[in-house]
């Protein structure tokens, strides 16, 4: 298997090489460009999927499942398995392929401003049935994401306040700042958030309360309510915007 694994890595490698050097190509339009960025950026979550569960093959005894993140980055949990694609997670995966986690070990599974950056329906809602499978009779997910009804509300109202505070929070630091000239600039970057950059990640679908609920119950989850915010788990960064909700199996 280890062999098998290895001679895929090698075509992964050759890949990457000729799409860089394509990219390089003088006069390839922009949408060619955005493509070959976006395909360079699977490939590498292919890449490091393959040589994650390789290495969790071998290291998965080593650690607890009881209290389990998905998609937290760079802010790691302490005390929970954190499963991401890259560094410095413990279990690095593509979630979208399933969650190599045996069934009812969890007791509670924390996910936050990560769905709104997956395909959906196919993967959301096969990330969501994985995440019950994997819970513990009476296990909780916690789920946060950008608050879709509160941007398009202060849309709507042209919340001025709303409007500064979220460039403040959200985007004082990108590159874009230039080309936020009107409301739905801002509308606009919540639903697809900067998909032309090499360091973030799109946004692919936007959530409310409504749907959160609708999905959780859809995986098998109960008792749906609206998490309150605890800067013990959740980065006190998100809070602003965000909508956050619990399920129970």
């Known amino acids: 298997m280890d062999g098998y694994i290895d001679k895929k890595l090698k075509k992964i490698s050759e890949t990457k090489k000729l799409l860089k050097a394509f990219s390089k190509e003088k006069n390839l339009p922009s949408g060619i460009k955005k493509e070959i960025a976006h395909l360079s950026k699977e490939i590498l979550v292919y890449e490091n999927d393959e040589r994650g569960r390789k290495k969790w093959g071998k290291e998965k005894n080593s650690y607890n499942f009881k209290k389990i993140q998905i998609g937290g980055g760079a802010h790691a949990l302490k005390g929970f398995l954190n499963i991401d694609i890259f560094p410095p997670a413990e279990l690095i995966c593509d979630v979208r392929k399933g969650l190599p986690i045996e069934d009812g070990c969890s007791e509670l599974i924390f996910s936050e401003h990560f769905l709104e950056h997956i395909d959906y329906p196919l993967s959301v809602k096969k990330i969501l049935k994985e995440c019950h499978r994997i819970l513990e009779p009476k296990g909780k997910m916690i789920i946060g994401v950008p608050d879709g009804k509160l941007i398009a509300k202060n849309y709507l109202q042209q919340n001025l306040k709303f409007y500064k505070d979220v460039i403040d929070k959200w985007y004082s630091k990108r590159d874009f700042l230039g080309h ?47 998490w309150n915010f605890d800067k013990k788990i959740a980065n006190p960064k998100r809070r602003f915007g965000s909508i956050y909700v619990v399920g129970v199996k």
């Open 180 to 226: 936020i000239n009107t409301y739905i600039d801002l509308l606009n970057y919540h639903f697809r958030d900067q998909d032309d950059s090499e360091k973030y990640n799109p946004h692919i679908w936007t959530y409310d309360y409504e749907k959160l609920d609708f999905l959780l119950r859809e995986a098998g989850f109960s008792s749906i309510k609206k």
